[in-house]
């Protein structure tokens, strides 16, 4: 797989991210029968304050958030709720499909609020950062639940839980 990894928090490490990532990447890509040895991503895995600036810089938003993404091309589908275009290899063989950044301290927090294993949440965003670079969105409703059922999807063969459903009893 051409999943280029890079820790910037050592947190990450102890959370085990390099084989959460290659499992939620393989798991995302395979859904879509895109090889992962032919796709590449670079994956950087920083902190609140480091992904608070590239929000500022690239979204004009100075605030932390849990992923961003910079897609490589815009496979965005014309109409909401419609088919992103499938994303072809370059010159090289190589499908170039963009960058993702995570941040712990956000991650760590959503997954605590939400009563959820961290691992099980940072696969969660991996995937959500992985169909963000294959062109789904979520700024509509129909984009969203669109998305939304993919994720399901993905993390449900990954033997993960619904991570939209609410466990009331808790």
Known sequence: MALEISIEDSRWQQAGLEDLAHQAVAAALGHFELDPEHCEIALLACDDD???G???EFREKPVSTNVLSWPAE???ASEPGGQP???EADFTGEIPLGD???AYETCAREAAAAKKPLEDHLRHLIVHGVLHLLGYDHISDLDAT???GLEVEILGNL???DPYTVDDSL
Request: hydrophobic share 60%; no cysteine; charged share 20%.
């Open 50 to 52: 480091q992904i608070a």
């Open 146 to 148: 669109v998305m939304e």
């Open 85 to 87: 275009l499938r994303p």
């Open 54 to 56: 590239l929000n500022a």
């Open 74 to 76: 815009d496979l965005a």
């Open 159 to 161: 033997g993960l839980d």
């Open 100 to 102: 993702i950044a995570i």
